[in-house]
Structures are given as structure tokens and as C-alpha cells.
């Protein structure tokens, strides 16, 4: 009896026990569960900053650019001086022909020294020169100008020869590998290499553009993927990005030049006056690691970048472009259109609708000579505009095509003389040319719309929704839907599409049922633990595998906790500054829910008054604690709050913050516009151009400045008085004009 007892109380006991342990379990995972839902929220918080402000830095650049068309229609240059200067800074002056690029570059009168210790270059290359030149850069050595430039040489060569769609086979190879953007982090293409093995004839290769830019060896990168290239070139496609682009690679780079402006205004400073978010651009690059012959190379890889075919297809079946697809999406067109007219495709907006007018003034067969604005006569050397001949008649198709294609051609030659702009490739048989002479009795398209589809395939973004709008957040080429994709798949008979242009946590992301595919190769994007990196094998079947990487030794030794946190700070960080940045209009925004002038507004209002300020798209509510300090009552001093956010921005020498709120907004556009001024790239511009420039710039800013009082301020600013500016006193003038409104 006793014992039957003690035997219920044990198992009532390990019941109990049991029971309790259950609800624990319980317990812990609903907690757990939480933990890694604040995690995850945390993480896409901080995804979205760093997008929104990848994003608005990217559509600044088209705003830059459209700036200086909206000044080009309206200034109206008082003479021939001020109109060649005009010229050489917005247009494609920088153009050369074919002999004076080959003579401007020439390679061979360079000298090697005995003491150069890098790789030696030996043309046609072979293997072993891409081996010397991996270890050679994975031991910080730099390939000499004259190996660079004749690599360059070769390689433009040979893109020269190939087709603007890039035809690949799965026959030849077990497997092709399609890397994306890898913007000059040098280390994860060495990791590709480690874990998928360097080209080769059984080792194929597609690299989807955005090489450069970003990251500090951009230069490194195209010397190692074009060397590939020219070994083999049945093997490695390489197809344009973005980024490719001399004009977006003007943009990026680091503000050092800011800081030591900031110390001169501040009178000596040896500590900075406040932090700055670096990021390393491809022109300055290259200019700071050939400073003899960085303007050449330059001018080269310029040259190269617009022969960079744009697209790849794989077994007819899978089509790899750098951005993505619109609803006017052409394959047909891609594959004729000559590409090396778009050396920017930034630019081509612009000049499209000249060409647009000379296409109809012709066809009508009308003609309009701009008259000089002082009523001087032409030069002498220049001729008279021409008169297109009797247009045929439209149903012979094969004559009217050539007749257009002769008088839209003579009359885009005629104006190049005009304003003295030399074309950037003389007459010779590419592909592009070849197709376009054989298809004479095809469609006539207006630059237009070859600039439309060279920046829908370069700039475009999938989204989940139907249709196709134009892409307010980067401000270049569109958003595309499942529709569009279902469309473009169906007419071409394609099983899916492989597009970069976006950083993903994972390296990779499919979209639109599987149908769309985005692999992104730069892992540590943003910040170290960001995300990953990954690239994709494809075999006879098209089936894709993924390999997920992270090139930084740190990211795999951080907790889910450590990475998020530190990804988190960077964020915001970032996010501080662009709020700094816009002190002024966030003072406007506020106080027009600050009626009573009481200093005070509600945090719903802080942030659709933020919103409407900065235009990221972010979710304020939900950022505010990190933002803004907790209030008992949900009124918050905004006067107090944006002097709190200034501290953070300047040190203890107390720099006027009006000055720092005009620096951290305008600084990326300052350098911009300082490297369009400076043609050489020399980091100095002569009074001539400065003065030129300001008497452009004067009447965007509303401020009347005369030629005596633009005098004065150069002489003003010229600190070490050697006759030049640069980009220290180019922004000191900046400053003193802006104090003067």
C-alpha cells in the first residue's frame, strides 16, 4: 500500500516536472522568436537607410546633369571664347579620333626602368602573365603605365570586334559563372577565383558590369578581367554597367579635399572639424596612383568602357544585362545600335534631342544656322551648313533609308564643326557598323531611343507590382513588373533573366516567380557584415547553383547581435549627416507645424515634416528612437534636437554650422562640377575657366556678379598665389558667395 503510493507521487512528480519543462521550452522560443523578429527589423531598417541614400546619391548625379543642361539652354555665350570654353566643359570635346587617341596614348615611347620590380607585360598574353599579375597584386604592386595602357590598347582592340549582345554556350564549358558588381573590392574577386577557379577553356566566365567605383582598387580589377579577356576570349564576357560610365565615376570619391578646406577656414586645425563618409570614385584613383600618366589611362579606359558590349545570352535561353528591362525593351535594337556613340550614357539625353531636331529639320528639308549673338561674321574655316538633296520617294524603302542616313550624317558633322567637337572614333568596320550597313532597309531609330534603351537595360529596378514606371529613386531608367518580364520572355523564348545593379543580404535574390534574378558579387557592401557576396553556375540544364561568400576575415567572427549592431551604427551615422546636411529646410519644414511659434512640434509631425524634406522613403516612426531622445509629453524642441545633431558634425574649434550644413550637402556636386571644369585632371583650373564658370553659375544662384567683382574673388581666394585654383579654394569661393546671399 505504501509503496503504491510512492510509485503515484514520483510519476506525479516527474509529470509535474516534465510539464514545467515543456512550458519553459515554450517560453524560451516565443522569447527567442521575438529576439530574432527585432533582429530581423532592425536589419531591414538598416537596409533601407543605406539604400535610400545609395539611391538619392544616384539620382543627385542625374540632377547634376540635368543642372547643366537647364544652364546650357540658358546661357547665351557672349563670345566665341566663352562658347569653345562651353563647349570643352559640357560636351564630348574630350573625344579623340582614332589616330589622335592612338597618338595621345602611345605607349611605346614610354621607358620601363631596370629598378621597376612589378609584372612585365608581353603581348599576345598568355596564362602566366594573369598569374604574375594576381600575385603581383595581392603584394600591393602596381603594373607600370606603359604595360597599362598597352593593355588597354589591346583590349579596345578586341571589343571592337565583338557584338553589343554577347552570345555564350554551355557546350564548350561544363559550367558558365555569372558574377555581379564588384566595385573595385579587389578581395572578393580573388575569393571567386580561390573557391571557383580561374578562367580557363573549361572554366567560362560572364562579368555583369559595375567594376569600378566604390571600392579602392577598381583599377586592379579591370586590369585583371581584361587580361583574362585577351587570353580568353571565347571564355570571359564582360558586359557594361552602370558605372562604366566617365561621368558617374567623376562623382565618387573621397572628400579629403573638403576637410582641408574646412582647416582652412578654420585657420589651421590639425584635428578634423568634423567626420565624413568616405567613398573611393575611379577617376580620383587612378589619378593618385599614375600621376604622370593618370590622364592617359584615363582617357583610355573612357574610350574602352563605350565598347563594352551590354548584354549576354546564354544557350539562346538566359539573358544577362547589368540593370534590367522596360517595357520598350529591344533586343533587336540593342543588337544594332552602335554603341561607342554613347561614351555616357548620362550625356545622351541631352544631345539625343539635337540630333532628334536634325532629323526632322532634314527629313522637311529645312536648315537654321545659329546666328552669332555679336553679329560677327563665321570663321573662315568654318562651311556653310548642308543642304540635304531632293528626298526620294518613300516607296523605294532601301534608297529613303540611305538618303536619311546620309543627310542626318552630314548635318551631325556640321555641327560637330560648329562647336568644335571631334568624334570619338573615326569610320572603320566594327560588328555595330557591319550590321547597321546590312540592314539598310530596316527601321531608321532616333538617337533617342537608342539612348532609352542603353539606360533601361543599365539603370533599371524590378518591382513587385504590374507595369513599368519611370525610376524616381535613382532617376535613371524604370521599374519593371512580372508583366514586362512575362513579355520580354515570351517574345524572345527566354527561361529568365540575370541582372547585378543591386546589393542583396544574401548575394543573391530571385523576384517576379523565379523569373528574374539578381546576383550581386561586392560582399560587405555597406559596411562589414552588410551582407554577402555570391555568384551563380549555370550548366547545360540552366538550372542555377549559388556560392555565398564574405572576402572579410572580422565578418566571420561576429555574432547575428555584433553584425546588425555595427551594420545599425554605420546607418545611422549616415542617415545623421544627410539629416545635418538639410539643417535649413528642416528648420522651414517644422515651423509650418509650429504655428504658435512655440519651438515645439508633435513627433508625427517631426517625421512627415523630415520626409518631406529629405525624400528617402524611410520609416520615420519606426527610426525615431534611434533619432530622437523620449519625451514624457510627444512634443519635441526641434531647435534643441538640431543643434544636438550639429555637435555630433563639427568638433570643439565650434566651425560656423551654416558653413558645415552647405558643405555636407553640396560637397559631392562641388567635386563634381570641379572635375568637369579640371579637363587635365591636373587638381587645378585656370582663372579663364574659373571665371567662366561663375558668370555660368551666377544666374542659377540669383546673384548678380559682375566681371570686376569675379576678378576679386579669384585674387581673394587664391591663398598660395601660383595663378591656379583648386579644389580647396574652388570651395572656398563657393562659401564666400553663399555668405553673400
Avoid at 553679329?375 to 533609308?401: D, H, K, V
Wanted: charge should be neutral; proline fraction near 4%; aromatic fraction near 10%.
Amino acid at each position: 500500500m505504501g509503496s503504491g503510493s510512492s510509485v503515484n507521487a514520483t510519476y506525479k512528480y516527474s509529470l509535474q516536472k516534465s510539464e514545467n519543462a515543456f512550458k519553459a521550452a515554450v517560453l524560451i522560443q516565443r522569447w527567442y522568436r521575438r529576439y530574432v523578429a527585432r533582429l530581423e527589423m532592425r536589419r531591414r531598417c538598416t537596409w533601407r537607410i543605406f539604400q535610400s541614400i545609395e539611391y538619392a546619391c544616384e539620382q543627385d548625379q542625374i540632377k547634376l546633369h540635368n543642372f547643366f543642361s537647364y544652364l546650357m539652354d540658358r546661357f547665351t555665350p557672349s563670345s566665341n571664347k566663352e562658347r569653345d570654353f562651353i563647349t570643352r566643359m559640357f560636351l564630348s570635346g574630350e573625344s579623340f579620333k582614332e589616330a589622335e587617341l592612338e597618338k595621345y596614348c602611345d605607349y611605346e615611347s614610354m621607358e620601363v626602368p631596370d629598378s621597376y620590380t612589378g609584372p612585365r607585360l608581353s603581348f599576345p598574353l598568355l596564362p602566366d602573365h594573369a598569374t604574375a599579375l594576381l600575385e603581383a597584386f595581392k603584394q600591393k604592386q602596381q603594373l607600370h603605365a606603359r604595360y597599362v595602357l598597352n593593355l588597354l590598347h589591346e583590349t579596345r582592340k578586341h571589343l571592337k570586334q565583338l557584338p553589343n549582345i554577347s552570345h555564350v554556350s554551355t557546350c564548350y564549358s561544363e559550367e558558365v559563372t555569372v558574377c555581379g558588381d564588384l566595385h573595385g573590392q579587389l578581395d572578393d574577386l580573388f575569393l571567386i577565383f580561390y573557391k571557383n577557379g580561374l578562367p580557363s577553356p573549361s572554366k567560362s566566365y560572364v562579368f555583369n558590369g559595375d567594376f569600378v567605383d566604390r571600392g579602392k582598387q577598381s583599377l586592379e580589377i579591370l586590369i585583371i578581367l581584361f587580361t583574362f579577356l585577351l587570353i580568353y576570349p571565347k571564355e570571359v564576357h564582360l558586359n557594361r554597367g552602370n558605372h562604366e560610365d566617365h561621368m558617374v565615376n567623376l562623382r565618387y570619391g573621397s572628400c579629403a579635399g573638403l576637410i582641408a578646406m574646412a582647416r582652412v577656414s578654420l585657420g589651421n586645425p590639425t584635428e578634423l572639424p568634423f567626420s565624413v563618409s568616405f567613398s573611393y570614385g575611379f577617376t580620383k584613383e587612378v589619378m593618385q596612383k599614375y600621376k604622370v600618366h593618370g590622364k592617359k589611362i584615363l582617357k583610355m579606359i573612357q574610350n574602352v568602357f563605350c565598347w563594352l558590349p551590354l548584354a549576354s545570352l546564354i544557350d539562346q535561353k538566359v539573358l544577362i544585362i547589368h540593370g534590367g528591362i522596360s517595357d520598350t525593351t529591344d533586343l533587336d535594337m540593342l543588337e544594332k545600335i552602335q554603341r561607342n556613340k554613347f561614351i555616357s550614357v548620362l550625356r545622351g539625353k541631352k544631345r539625343k534631342e539635337s540630333n532628334r531636331n536634325v532629323e526632322i529639320q532634314e527629313l522637311n528639308g529645312e536648315s537654321k544656322v545659329e546666328a552669332d549673338p555679336a553679329g560677327n561674321e563665321a570663321a573662315p574655316s568654318l562651311s556653310p551648313q548642308p543642304r540635304p538633296a531632293q528626298a526620294p520617294s518613300m516607296a523605294n524603302r532601301l534608297e529613303f533609308s540611305r538618303w536619311v542616313r546620309q543627310t542626318v550624317q552630314e548635318q551631325i558633322e556640321w555641327c560637330r564643326r560648329l562647336v568644335d567637337i571631334s568624334e570619338s572614333e573615326e569610320e572603320e568596320l566594327t560588328y555595330s557598323s557591319v550590321v547597321s550597313m546590312t540592314d539598310l532597309d530596316g527601321p531608321c531609330w532616333t538617337r533617342q531611343e537608342e539612348w532609352k534603351q542603353i539606360l533601361d537595360i543599365l539603370w533599371s529596378d524590378p518591382m513587385p507590382q504590374e507595369g513599368c514606371r519611370v525610376n524616381t529613386v535613382r532617376g535613371g531608367g524604370c521599374y519593371f513588373g512580372p508583366d514586362v518580364t512575362g513579355k520580354i520572355l515570351e517574345k524572345y523564348n527566354l527561361q529568365f533573366l540575370i541582372r547585378s545593379h543591386e546589393c542583396k543580404q544574401e548575394g543573391y535574390e530571385f523576384c517576379h516567380n523565379r523569373k528574374v534574378l539578381t546576383i550581386f558579387s561586392a560582399s560587405n557592401y555597406y559596411e562589414i557584415g552588410s551582407n554577402r557576396g555570391a555568384y551563380v553556375k549555370l550548366g547545360p540544364d540552366l538550372v542555377p547553383h549559388f556560392v555565398q561568400f564574405q572576402a572579410n576575415k572580422t565578418a566571420h567572427t561576429l555574432t547575428m547581435t555584433q553584425r546588425i549592431s555595427r551594420v545599425e551604427e554605420s546607418a545611422f551615422r549616415a542617415l545623421r549627416e544627410k539629416l545635418f546636411a538639410h539643417t535649413s529646410a528642416l528648420i522651414s519644414a517644422f515651423k509650418a507645424y509650429d504655428k504658435d511659434n512655440t519651438g515645439r512640434i508633435t513627433l508625427s509631425n517631426w517625421a512627415t515634416a523630415v520626409e518631406s524634406v529629405l525624400h528617402l522613403g524611410l520609416p520615420w516612426r519606426m527610426l525615431r528612437p534611434q533619432l530622437v531622445r523620449s519625451t514624457a509629453d510627444g512634443m519635441l524642441e526641434y531647435k534643441s534636437w538640431l543643434d544636438d545633431l550639429a555637435m555630433e558634425q563639427r568638433s570643439q574649434e565650434h566651425i560656423q554650422s551654416s558653413l558645415l550644413e552647405v558643405i555636407y550637402r553640396n560637397r559631392s556636386n562641388l567635386e563634381t562640377i570641379f572635375r568637369i571644369i579640371d579637363r587635365d585632371h591636373s587638381g587645378l583650373i585656370s582663372f579663364e575657366e574659373f571665371h567662366q564658370t561663375w558668370k555660368l553659375f551666377s544666374s542659377h544662384m540669383n546673384i548678380e556678379l559682375t566681371d570686376d567683382s569675379i576678378n576679386d574673388l579669384v585674387r581673394s581666394i587664391d591663398f598660395n598665389k601660383d595663378g591656379n585654383i583648386d579644389f580647396n579654394e574652388f570651395l572656398e569661393a563657393f562659401r564666400l558667395v553663399k555668405q553673400s546671399q
